[in-house]
C-alpha cells in the first residue's frame, strides 16, 4: 500500500520580531469614576489602574492590528511575502464573519497566507503562540504572523462597576518562525467551562434581534474571577516552568496578563519567582486590553529596558470562557 508523505518541519520556533499599537486617547481614572459613582483612588487601590488606552470611534481592531503586525515584521526582517500564517486572537471583532485575519493578512500583502481568528478572549494570545509553534514545527508553516487585538471601547457600559473601567484598546504581534535552539517552551493550556457566566455579555445578537435586548456589553463577576486567577493561575503557571525543564528561580522576566495589579503580585509570590525578575505592568497605563495584554506588555518591559533579547520569560493569560494558557519563551 502506497503511503502518504508527511511535513516535517524545524525542530524548534522562536518569536523573532514584535510589535505594539496602542488606542490614541489617554484615558484618565477620573474620566471614567463618575459614570460607575467611584473615584481615582478606589480604582487604583482595587486594580492599580491609573490610565487606560482607548482608540478613536473610526479606528477598528484591524487598523491596530495593522499597525503592530507592520512592526513586527520589519523587527523579524522577515519579507512580509514569506509570512504564510497569519492568526489573529480577538473577540472584539465586530461581524460574526468572515474573520479578520484575511483581512488583515491582505491589508499587509500576505499573499494567499492561510489566515483564521481564534476566541480565547485573555488567553488569546498564549493560545495562538502555542498554535504558530506547532505549526512551525510540524512542518505546515514557516513563519507564522500572531497577533492579539481588541477594540474594548465598543464593547462597554460606561456605568458597569464590574468591568467598563478596566478595559482599554491595543493590539500585539510577533512573528514566529524556525530555531535552531528550544526558544517557546510547551503549553500548558485549558479551560474551566463552569466558569462561562462569570465574565461574557449582556445579551446575544439572537437576543437582540428577538426580544429586543439592549446592544450587548461587557460584564464580568468580580469576585470569583479575582479568586480563580489568583488560586489557580500559580498553579498553571508553574506547571509551565517545569515542563519547559526550568525552575522558577530560572524566569527572568514575568508577563503574565494584565487583569489586575494585584493578582499579578498574589502571582509573582505564590510562583516563587525571583525577587528580582521583571514584571509586566502595563496595566497601570494601557489597561486590561485582553488577547493584546501580554505582548503590549512584553514590549514595554523591551523598549524601556527593563527587560532584553535573550531573557527566560513566563507568559500567562487567563479570562473568560474560563480559559488559560501559560509557555516560557525566550524574548526577541
Not at 4 to 20: E, K, Q, V
Not at 54 to 75: C, F, G, Q, Y
Not at 95 to 113: E, F, K, M, Q, Y
Not at 276 to 300: F, H, Q, Y
Request: aromatic share 6%; proline share 5%; hydrophobic share 45%.
Amino acid at each position: 500500500m502506497t503511503q502518504m508523505t508527511i511535513n516535517r518541519g524545524a525542530d524548534y520556533s522562536r518569536i523573532l520580531g514584535l510589535g505594539a499599537a496602542r488606542g490614541e486617547n489617554l484615558v484618565t481614572n477620573d474620566d471614567v469614576a463618575g459614570a460607575i459613582d467611584s473615584s481615582d483612588e478606589w480604582i487604583r487601590q482595587r486594580t492599580g489602574i491609573i490610565t487606560r488606552v482607548r482608540a478613536n470611534a473610526e479606528t477598528s481592531v484591524v487598523d491596530l492590528a495593522e499597525r503592530a503586525s507592520r512592526d513586527a515584521i520589519a523587527a523579524a526582517g522577515v519579507p512580509v511575502e514569506e509570512i504564510d500564517t497569519v492568526i489573529l486572537s480577538t473577540f472584539t471583532y465586530p461581524v460574526v464573519t468572515p474573520a479578520g485575519a484575511p483581512v488583515l493578512a491582505d491589508r499587509l500583502g500576505c499573499g494567499t497566507a492561510a489566515a483564521f481568528d481564534i476566541s480565547a478572549a485573555c488567553a488569546g494570545y498564549c493560545y495562538a503562540i502555542a498554535q504558530a509553534d506547532a505549526l512551525v514545527r510540524a512542518g505546515q508553516s514557516r513563519y507564522v504572523l500572531v497577533v492579539g487585538a481588541e477594540k474594548m471601547s465598543d464593547w462597554i457600559d460606561p456605568t458597569d462597576r464590574s468591568i467598563s473601567f478596566l478595559l482599554g484598546d491595543g493590539a500585539g504581534a510577533v512573528v514566529i518562525g524556525p530555531s535552531a535552539t528550544p526558544a517557546i517552551g510547551p503549553t500548558v493550556w485549558g479551560s474551566k467551562g463552569d466558569g462561562a457566566p462569570l465574565i461574557g455579555m449582556t445579551a446575544s445578537w439572537l437576543d437582540v434581534r428577538d426580544r429586543g435586548a439592549a446592544f450587548p456589553t461587557l460584564f464580568q463577576q468580580g469576585q470569583p474571577v479575582f479568586k480563580w486567577a489568583s488560586f489557580d493561575m500559580p498553579k498553571v503557571a508553574k506547571r509551565a516552568i517545569e515542563v519547559a525543564g526550568l525552575s522558577p528561580s530560572d524566569i527572568q522576566v514575568f508577563i503574565p496578563h494584565q487583569a489586575n495589579m494585584r493578582i499579578i503580585d498574589q502571582m509573582i509570590k505564590t510562583v516563587g519567582l525571583r525577587d528580582d525578575v521583571a514584571v509586566g505592568r502595563d496595566i497601570a497605563d494601557s489597561g486590561n486590553t485582553s488577547a493584546a495584554s501580554i505582548p503590549l506588555a512584553t514590549e514595554r518591559l523591551l523598549r524601556e529596558g527593563a527587560a532584553k533579547s535573550g531573557d527566560l520569560a513566563l507568559q500567562i493569560g487567563f479570562g473568560a470562557g474560563l480559559v488559560f494558557a501559560a509557555q516560557v519563551v525566550v524574548l526577541p
